[in-house]
């Protein structure tokens, strides 16, 4: 290490200790009037949050880093969040964001496009990090893939900034097999180095930590859940108000799916098992509550082959109090995938205080421990068996209770920016007495 590098490392470390401002974090600490470290406050600690996109279609990343930043911000925490302009009628989370507590304190950075190669390079987006940096003790990256996490990840090794990396899910195996040349390609372009070169990876579970163990990463996993703004649902909306809002649902029961229309969301085997379900459990409709990603029309098409069309409502993203009246009318809510890290979707539909079924796949095993509905293997009859026997049960109302109760205790935002700040204080550079 050259020793001008090692006088600006300690000139580091000693502002983040003694200031208070991020103005006065950029201050030199040599030559210093006798007396003036006294006058001094602790610095806040600056977080800065580094997603590719906040439009609501990008799916998790956006919806968790927004939730986390303003919990943390409520902390009394400096955020700021870097990511892309929105598309010109995109639904985004930033409205959302500004409700949340602490919200209306994280600054966002939005970076313009500049077409295909700053979509390429990330290069606009690399000198906005950079001086956004500088300003941060600490760099959160949530994603693998996109351009704007590799420079931002470079600019924070260049000013000796801790980073860490949130995969959501991308490094699971499953994830790795689609687009697999194109994956590997970027592995060995940039993306192992950036994930192998981070203070410590942040995984959601155990099941995610276990799973990304064949790609021999060198950084210590800190398990950091996503979690919930349980205040949202303190207060539901009537049982009947969807169905009042949807009166093609002829008032039946119905099983919930939301999220977005995708194949890693197991929709196919959720078409097979509700044509199960549909012949022995009547009236009863399924609503697919979310943004087609690709595969609406293809689930459109299965559901007319099994003769169940007619039962099946596509009703969109919903969002805020449509998205509460959703899950406060539906008997049971059902996200059969073939991958997800920590699923937003179950975590809200069990504060909402509905029994879930669920894949193996979507590492929730606390469905089972708590009985709390079912975790199925990745099988349309396995799945329908899941439904039928949750569906017939007698007690779901106290199923229900429990599901919110784990929930609060364990899975809310607050509770989760807690956790960070514990481990982002583990990784930011000591300061020498």
């Known amino acids: 290490m050259h020793a001008a590098d090692a006088v600006v490392r300690e000139e580091r470390r000693f502002i983040r200790d003694v200031m208070q401002t991020p103005k006065a974090k950029l201050r030199r600490t040599f030559g210093m009037p006798n007396g003036i470290v006294a006058d001094l406050k602790p610095s806040p600690l600056h ?24 919990a943390q911000a409520a902390l009394d925490v400096e955020v700021t969040i870097l990511s892309s302009v929105p598309r010109p009628g995109q639904d985004t989370v930033i409205p959302g964001l500004r409700r949340l507590p602490g919200g209306e304190k994280v600054t966002l950075e939005l970076v313009p496009g500049d077409g295909l190669i700053e979509d390429l390079t990330a290069r606009r987006a690399g000198r906005v990090a950079r001086r956004l940096v500088e300003r941060a003790d600490i760099v959160h990256l949530a994603g693998v893939w996109d351009p704007i996490l590799l420079a931002a990840a470079r600019e924070a090794r260049r000013a000796d900034i801790p980073y860490c990396v949130a995969p959501h899910g991308m490094l699971d195996p499953y994830a790795l097999t689609q687009s697999r040349l194109k994956k590997r390609l970027a592995l060995m372009a940039g993306v192992r180095a950036m994930l192998n070169k981070a203070s410590f990876l942040q995984t959601l579970n155990r099941a995610e930590r276990v799973r990304m163990t064949p790609l021999a990463l060198i950084p210590q996993p800190e398990i950091i859940p996503n979690g919930i703004s349980f205040e949202e649902f303190a207060e539901l909306p009537p049982s009947d108000e969807f169905h009042r809002s949807h009166p093609e649902l002829r008032g039946e ?15 196919d085997y959720l078409a097979d098992a509700f044509a199960i379900v549909a012949r022995q459990i009547a009236p009863l409709r399924l609503v697919m509550a979310g943004p087609d990603a690709g595969y609406k029309d293809e689930f459109a098409r299965r559901i007319t082959e099994l003769g169940v069309a007619d039962r099946v409502h596509f009703v969109g993203p919903p969002y805020e109090r449509p998205k509460l009246a959703a899950l406060a009318g539906a008997s049971l809510f059902c996200q059969p995938s073939r991958q997800e890290g920590f699923s937003i979707a179950i975590t809200e539909a069990l504060a909402a205080g509905v029994p879930c079924v669920v894949t193996e796949e979507c590492r929730f095993p606390e469905i089972a421990e708590l009985d709390i509905g079912a975790v199925t293997p990745l099988d349309s009859e396995a799945i329908a068996a899941g439904l039928i026997d949750v569906l017939r049960r007698n007690d779901r109302e106290r199923i229900g209770a429990r599901g919110r109760e784990l929930v609060k205790s364990a899975y809310t935002w607050p509770l989760v920016a807690r956790r960070s700040i514990e481990i982002y204080t583990n990784y930011l550079p000591a300061l020498e007495g």
């Open 47 to 70: 977080v800065l949050h580094v997603v590719a996109s906040l439009e609501s279609v990008s799916g998790g990343p956006p919806m968790v880093v927004s939730r986390l930043a303003a």
């Open 253 to 267: 029961p119905y099983i919930l799916f939301m999220g977005r229309l995708h194949l890693i969301k197991g929709l």
